[in-house]
């Protein structure tokens, strides 16, 4: 039996063959034509601006797949929003990254998708804590994607273990409805109090309170088995269950508050989105979001040349000539040409590789200052 994963290798992108077998025929073509001009590609989603912004995501992958090539390559910046005209432009011998493109857009793509959405989840509960739970929904390869998406966007954490080792974070989490059913129907506060007894005093004490019966009556034996111990509440409970998810928070915090508990937070979690959230923030301390972010579609980024040595040239449809983007003093986004001298505001392609060399860094922290910066600037 064939007992591998189906997922591909490091060397493969790295190698060229996570590809479309097209771009391989055409090397072989232009390699037995002695051809390979010397191009400018640009990546973009809208040509022109539509006034819907997105938030780009994926550029470091890029950066270490076309590294120690024959290029110059300049793109926005992580975590900067976009609305039209190219995000990034290669420079150099064609063939030095034809058969890169598909994963270039592949990066650029999934990335940006799951960081505009990360965003929205972030700004329908600014002041909530908002933790990402949506690797399960994923492939396991793309679950540092997702999580690196979810820190950049301002999220306070996530839960996927290996994706935190890539990532140089550390996952969070507390207990699944498995634990519950490991102990029995009528066993939650044993369960409650073994979690207690066996996970370091680091991990919060966070008790999962919709098993087996009605919630209210869950939260009050956690309160029983764990008492002033007890940081929080989760409510997962399965939306065919649910009924008024604000109306049943809403008791909980009734009863919780009249006992003592005003401390011992209310975390949701289930199928919730950016609505969910801004309906649920004054009655939930935090949020467990998952499917939301990871549904996203992904960006329709295109990778096109739009000049050959020298020469201003595009496929039907596409805009030839090398072009920059602005962010305006008014906060708009404004695609010109590059040798335009009159343009408005920012230039947002910066340098990323020159002759082969990364020039920039990519922390997170800095990521994430720059998304929030640009999201009150613009949206």
Known sequence: MDDRFETLSPAAIREGTATDAYFLRTETTLEHAGKNPRVVAEVTADQFPTGEFEAFGGIKDVANLLAGRELTVHAIREGRLFDGGPVMRIEGPYLEFARFETSILGFLSQASAFLSAALD????????????????????????TVERAALIAGLDGFSHVAAGEVLGREAGGTMPHALLLCYGRGNQQAAFRAFDEAVPEDVPRIALCDTFSD?????????????????????????????????????LRWHLDSRGYEDVG??????????????????????????????????????????????????????????????????????????????????????????????????????????????????
């Open 121 to 144: 989840v972030r700004r329908a509960a600014p002041d909530s804590q908002v933790l990402s739970f949506g690797a399960r929904h994923l492939h396991p390869m793309l679950a540092p």
């Open 215 to 251: 919630e209210i009556e869950e939260v009050l034996g956690a309160i029983e088995a764990l008492g002033d111990d007890l940081d929080s509440v989760r409510i997962d409970t399965t939306g065919s269950r649910r009924g008024d998810f604000e109306h049943i928070l809403k008791e």
């Open 266 to 379: 209310i975390f949701a979690s289930g199928g919730l989105g950016p609505a969910d959230l801004r309906e649920l923030r004054d009655v939930a301390a935090g949020f467990g979001v998952g499917g939301a972010i990871t549904s996203a579609d992904p960006v329709d980024f295109a990778l096109d040349i739009v000049e050959i040595e020298g020469e201003a040239i595009a496929k039907r449809g596409k805009l030839p000539g090398v072009k920059e983007v602005y962010r305006t003093s008014e906060g708009g986004h404004h695609v010109a040409l590059a040798d335009r001298e009159d343009a408005d505001g920012e230039a947002l392609l910066e340098p990323l590789i020159e002759d082969g060399e990364i020039v920039r860094e990519f922390g997170i922290d800095v990521a994430e200052e720059r998304l929030r910066a640009d999201a009150a600037a613009v949206l």
